[in-house]
């Protein structure tokens, strides 16, 4: 199944439908403030998604067959961009509550979050193995950086990435995806080997694809 956000209902809402096509079905109803950036929890059971209902970004969770949303987050900050850990236990999102934008970590019964980044942090998705949390940045840096999911650690550079384009990335068992845009100005989907960090272009586009979103996924 595929989790998207949608405006066919007149509001932004999440539908899910067959990965193989079909009929969508709208999964969430919050009747007018924008939902978005659905993410399947592992076993397939649940989506995290973040929902403007208060007048500002907040987590929640709900279940894949429908039904209310449960809030994860309750502060007047924004809470935006939410994803889970590979064991299912964990959400990361990006919040603006220290007066920029950095990654915490909470569970589903929402737990005191726990913030994990000092220099800014965005998008954030733990690797498959569970050691690594990868992540972009809201700034002039932009970029991939990561940080050991367990303890502490400095973040560790990774690979490029255009500020506006902090959602066009997504983290494989054994290579990064992302858009790169070369010194030529060429628009690239290059992957980036972990084990031997060569990069190898997979595709060039004619036309950049969307900006200030996520749409990459592996």
Same mark, same amino acid.
């Not at 439908?17 to 999964?27: N, Y």
């Not at 924008?34 to 403007?52: H, M, Q, T, Y």
């Given at each position: 199944?595929?989790?998207?956000? +949608?405006?066919? *209902? !007149?509001?932004?809402?999440?539908? /899910? #439908?067959? %990965? =193989? &096509? @079909?009929?969508?079905?709208?999964?969430? $109803?919050?009747?007018?403030?924008?939902?978005?950036?659905?993410?399947?929890?592992?076993?397939?059971?649940?989506?995290?998604?973040? +929902?403007?209902? *208060? !007048?500002?970004?907040?987590?929640? /969770? #709900?279940? %894949? =067959? &429908? @039904?209310?949303?449960?809030?994860?987050? $309750?502060?007047?900050?924004?809470?935006?961009?939410?994803?889970?850990?590979?064991?299912?236990?964990?959400?990361?999102?990006?919040?603006?509550?220290?007066?920029?934008?950095?990654?915490?970590?909470?569970?589903?019964?929402?737990?005191?979050?726990?913030?994990?980044?000092?220099?800014?942090?965005?998008?954030?998705?733990?690797?498959?193995?569970?050691?690594?949390?990868?992540?972009?940045?809201?700034?002039?840096?932009?970029?991939?950086?990561?940080?050991?999911?367990?303890?502490?650690?400095?973040?560790?550079?990774?690979?490029?990435?255009?500020?506006?384009?902090?959602?066009?990335?997504?983290?494989?068992?054994?290579?990064?995806?992302?858009?790169?845009?070369?010194?030529?100005?060429?628009?690239?989907?290059?992957?980036?080997?972990?084990?031997?960090?060569?990069?190898?272009?997979?595709?060039?586009?004619?036309?950049?694809?969307?900006?200030?979103?996520?749409?990459?996924?592996?």
């Amino acid at each position: 199944s595929i989790a998207f956000r +949608s405006a066919r *209902s !007149g509001a932004n809402e999440v539908w /899910v #439908m067959s %990965a =193989t &096509g @079909g009929t969508p079905r709208q999964l969430s $109803r919050f009747g007018g403030p924008l939902a978005g950036s659905p993410r399947w929890s592992p076993d397939g059971s649940r989506l995290v998604l973040e +929902s403007r209902l *208060s !007048g500002n970004g907040d987590i929640y /969770v #709900m279940s %894949a =067959t &429908g @039904g209310s949303p449960t809030p994860v987050t $309750r502060e007047p900050s924004n809470e935006v961009l939410p994803s889970w850990s590979r064991d299912g236990r964990s959400i990361y999102f990006a919040s603006d509550r220290t007066g920029r934008w950095e990654i915490f970590r909470t569970t589903a019964s929402a737990s005191p979050p726990v913030q994990l980044t000092k220099g800014g942090g965005f998008a954030a998705f733990e690797s498959p193995d569970g050691q690594f949390l990868y992540y972009t940045r809201q700034d002039e840096t932009g970029g991939i950086w990561r940080r050991p999911v367990i303890g502490a650690g400095e973040a560790e550079f990774v690979a490029p990435l255009p500020p506006n384009f902090w959602g066009q990335w997504a983290i494989g068992k054994r290579a990064l995806y992302f858009l790169e845009v070369d010194p030529q100005g060429r628009r690239l989907i290059t992957r980036f080997d972990l084990a031997s960090r060569q990069k190898r272009t997979l595709y060039q586009f004619q036309q950049l694809p969307v900006q200030f979103d996520s749409s990459m996924s592996v």
